[in-house]
């Protein structure tokens, strides 16, 4: 060999020994970066924890959250409020009601026929109507007159099939989706607003009498028969289908739950008395806390940039309006602290950005590519070519937080079930499982988006309370959707709390 050519060999085997370190490099620090990714992981795994264990703990606080809700006002984050409905609808109500449902930018009014038979479809007619903006922030006339103007149109349009006798009053149940204290079942006192309202003349007014004294001015004779929460109307046409309904859970863009108390375990409220020995209690459990529940640094942040913090705690590691933004958080962690893909996307670091539907879609990938998620990192977080493995890596971020959520739910439906002697345990102060206690059937109403648009959230609710309970108790424990409880559900406790009812002492 010349020395020319062996000049070259040494020369390319510099150039080959360069780039192989400079590969090596890479690798090495890939490694490092994947080694981060799987940390953040590994961390959000361990911080989202829920074993059948805590789970159980998780039951055992919230029945004792419920006792101390009971027991005095103030004395938990459970407000364990009143709703002085004592008579749930049977399937035996006959004739026309009417509902109302103002919770949001729309409302909602609503006809439903009754014909004394439970019938797995209730007729009934719908009309929604947005209000107007500037309405939302005027006085209260203002707003029910606009109200009672709509109602009006509304039975103006209906033909003779209302069945109404000419004798009878119109009843309506309204629905009104804002922290309320009520009196009776037909009135109650708004506590504030939420959701973009602010009529500041109404704030510890009486809201069915708001709008019954606009019904007057436009001379629409109607009475408001009942004044609902939507967790109440959801247990209302859940008990109205099946009778063994004794709880309602909703799971939508927030969480509550409302369930049939003793009236004797209401310690609050001395000497109430109602004809069945009964009352619905709206637990406002989605403001539930206790140091078992499995709490990340991602919830904390979630919490303390949010307009609420310290609380509505138990809503926000469960529902809807956050899930999507718990794994937005995750990801973006991950993506900072990794620098696995280089500089990321403001889009990213934006709140809320990524909704619930779109990060279950995500979950719920099943392409063998994960063309769904690679879909979504670019068109909505705006992070295009997202290699395979980090795909599965935001799967499975997916599944942690959407597991613990639906997991977190279950034990939430146990502790109430524990509290009424439902749990198969013999009730609170049962202390552990009895294979002697027969259970009876037992029947808990769902209704939100969250629960019946996303499958497995479905799945892992569904599983948790099976480990909860044990199968033996929880084969006898139904959840059974129900559809439009805010409105059908209203209508129906209408006619259950109706002014002609002779016989006011129904056995629940
Ligand atoms: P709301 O709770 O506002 O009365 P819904 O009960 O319909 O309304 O619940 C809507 C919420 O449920 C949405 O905000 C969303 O968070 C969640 N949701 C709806 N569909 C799905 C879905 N397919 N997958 C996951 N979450 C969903
Ligand atoms: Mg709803």
């Known amino acids: 060999m010349g020395r020319a050519a062996a000049g070259v060999a040494v020369g390319v085997a510099a150039v080959a020994c360069a780039v192989a370190a400079v590969a090596v490099g890479r690798r090495i620090r890939s490694r490092g970066k994947w080694k981060r990714v799987a940390r953040v992981l590994r961390e959000v795994e361990e911080g989202c924890e829920g074993s059948v264990g805590r789970l159980r703990q998780v039951v055992d606080a919230m029945a004792v959250e419920m006792h101390a809700g009971l027991a005095s006002e103030g004395g938990s984050k459970l407000k364990m409020l009143l709703t002085y409905v004592h008579t749930l609808p049977n399937g035996t109500e006959k004739g026309t009601y009417y509902a109302l449902h103002l919770g949001s930018t729309d409302f909602r009014a609503l006809r439903v026929h009754l014909h004394g038979q439970q019938s797995s479809v209730l007729e009934h007619e719908v009309e929604q109507q947005p209000i107007p903006q500037?309405?939302?922030?005027?006085?209260?006339?203002?707003?029910?007159?606009?109200?009672?103007?709509?109602?009006?149109?509304?039975?103006?349009?209906?033909?003779?099939?209302?069945?109404?006798?000419?004798?009878?009053?119109?009843?309506?149940?309204?629905?009104?989706?804002?922290?309320?204290?009520?009196?009776?079942?037909?009135?109650?006192?708004?506590?504030?607003?939420?959701?973009?309202?602010?009529?500041?003349?109404?704030?510890?007014?009486?809201?069915?009498?708001?709008?019954?004294?606009?019904?007057?001015?436009?001379?629409?004779?109607?009475?408001?028969?009942?004044?609902?929460?939507?967790?109440?109307?959801?247990?209302?046409?859940?008990?109205?289908?099946?009778?063994?309904?004794?709880?309602?859970?909703?799971?939508?863009?927030?969480?509550?739950?409302?369930?049939?108390?003793?009236?004797?375990?209401?310690?609050?409220?001395?000497?109430?008395?109602?004809?069945?020995?009964?009352?619905?209690?709206?637990?406002?459990?989605?403001?539930?806390?206790?140091?078992?529940?499995?709490?990340?640094?991602?919830?904390?942040?979630?919490?303390?940039?949010?307009?609420?913090?310290?609380?509505?705690?138990?809503?926000?590691?469960?529902?809807?309006?956050?899930?999507?933004?718990?794994?937005?958080?995750?990801?973006?962690?991950?993506l900072l602290e990794s620098d696995i893909l280089g500089p990321i996307s403001s889009k990213l670091s934006m709140p809320f950005i990524l909704r619930t539907p779109m990060m279950a879609a995500m979950h719920e990938d099943d392409s063998p590519d994960?063309?769904?998620?690679?879909?979504?990192?670019?068109?909505?977080?705006?992070?295009?070519?997202?290699?395979?493995?980090?795909?599965?890596?935001?799967?499975?971020?997916?599944?942690?937080?959407?597991?613990?959520?639906?997991?977190?739910?279950?034990?939430?439906?146990?502790?109430?079930?524990?509290?009424?002697?439902?749990?198969?345990?013999?009730?609170?102060?049962?202390?552990?499982?009895?294979?002697?206690?027969?259970?009876?059937?037992?029947?808990?109403?769902?209704?939100?988006?969250?629960?019946?648009?996303?499958?497995?959230?479905?799945?892992?609710?569904?599983?948790?309370l099976n480990e909860i309970l044990g199968e033996d108790i929880a084969k006898h424990v139904i959840l059974k959707v129900t559809e439009d409880g805010s409105g059908i559900g209203a209508a129906l406790l209408a006619a259950s709390h109706s002014s002609y009812n002779v016989d006011t002492a129904k056995m629940l």
């Open 134 to 334: 500037h309405l939302m922030t005027s006085t209260s006339k203002d707003l029910f007159d606009f109200i009672a103007s709509s109602l009006k149109e509304f039975i103006e349009k209906e033909g003779n099939g209302s069945e109404l006798s000419p004798d009878r009053r119109r009843e309506l149940g309204f629905t009104f989706s804002f922290p309320v204290k009520q009196m009776s079942v037909s009135s109650g006192i708004l506590i504030k607003w939420t959701k973009g309202f602010s009529i500041v003349d109404m704030v510890r007014i009486d809201v069915p009498a708001c709008l019954q004294e606009a019904l007057a001015r436009k001379e629409l004779d109607m009475r408001v028969a009942a004044l609902v929460n939507d967790t109440v109307g959801t247990l209302a046409l859940g008990h109205y289908h099946d009778s063994d309904t004794v709880a309602s859970v909703i799971i939508g863009t927030g969480t509550n739950a409302c369930y049939l108390e003793r009236v004797d375990g209401i310690i609050k409220c001395q000497g109430l008395l109602t004809t069945s020995g009964y009352m619905v209690v709206n637990m406002e459990w989605g403001n539930f806390w206790s140091s078992h529940l499995p709490r990340t640094s991602y919830d904390i942040d979630l919490d303390s940039e949010s307009p609420n913090p310290n609380d509505q705690g138990f809503e926000k590691m469960i529902s809807g309006m956050y899930l999507g933004d718990i794994v937005r958080r995750v990801i973006l962690r991950m």
């Open 370 to 464: 994960l063309r769904e998620v690679a879909r979504i990192l670019k068109d909505i977080l705006e992070i295009p070519q997202v290699p395979l493995k980090l795909r599965k890596v935001v799967v499975k971020v997916c599944d942690v937080v959407t597991r613990r959520a639906a997991r977190l739910a279950a034990a939430g439906i146990v502790g109430i079930l524990k509290k009424i002697g439902r749990d198969g345990s013999g009730g609170i102060t049962g202390g552990g499982r009895r294979s002697d206690v027969k259970m009876k059937r037992t029947v808990v109403a769902v209704e939100g988006g969250l629960y019946s648009g996303y499958t497995l959230f479905r799945e892992y609710l569904h599983e948790a």
